[in-house]
């Protein structure tokens, strides 16, 4: 049998969101394997790589963490510009970055490029006593502008591995 040939591939990924959701948390949980109780706000965007080996292919990501905050949005185009994959990030503790996170997806449907992969991370699931949205809403919401729905935790690593490798092999699979 013919041996597949092993794919290598450079993937460009943004992370969205308003501020405090944990963009940098996912990224520094998912490249350092550690978690802050008290990360410093990222100042206009930060820039990590990390390579993930799957099942015939190498994925190495270049992730750019955004700074979430209205005062850097006209800088937004150009992380997002040129990205395979987005994953916006809403905290469920917080309504109000839920519809923040509506609003970012909007923006990045309407940026062009319709083979953008789309993940909603809903971070903070280990908060659930303080939980403001819905599991079935922030799903609800996914299925209908076909994104992939993962809730996540920063501080435990709850799906952060997994929303990495779910992202990685959806690239393998269009590349
Ligand atoms: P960013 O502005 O979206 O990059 O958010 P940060 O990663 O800076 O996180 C903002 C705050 O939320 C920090 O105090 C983090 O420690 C905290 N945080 C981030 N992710 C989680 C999580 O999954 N659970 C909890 N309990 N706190 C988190
Ligand atoms: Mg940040």
Not at 3 to 18: E, H, P, W, Y
Not at 35 to 62: H, P, R, Y
Not at 153 to 162: D, F, G, P, Y
Request: net charge neutral; no cysteine.
């Amino acid at each position: 049998m013919a041996r597949t040939s092993n794919k290598n591939i450079q993937a460009k990924l943004v992370l969205l969101g308003d501020m405090g959701t944990g963009k940098t948390s996912l990224v520094l949980r998912f490249v350092k394997g550690q978690f802050f109780d008290f990360q410093e706000s990222t100042i206009g965007a930060a820039f990590f790589t990390q390579v993930l080996s799957l099942n015939e292919a190498t994925v190495k990501f270049d992730i750019w963490d955004t700074a979430g905050q209205e005062r850097y949005h006209s800088l937004a185009p150009m992380y997002y510009r040129g990205a395979a994959a987005a994953v916006v990030v809403y905290d469920i503790t917080s309504m109000e970055s839920f519809e923040r996170a509506k609003k970012w997806v909007l923006e990045l449907q309407r940026q062009g490029n319709p083979n953008l992969i789309m993940f909603l991370a809903a971070n903070k699931a280990d908060l659930e006593e303080k939980r403001k949205v819905a599991s079935e809403e922030g799903e609800q919401y996914a299925k209908e502008n076909g994104l992939v729905f993962l809730e996540t935790s920063a501080k435990t690593a709850q799906n952060v591995n997994e929303l990495f490798y779910e992202i990685a092999k959806k690239l393998v699979k269009a590349a």
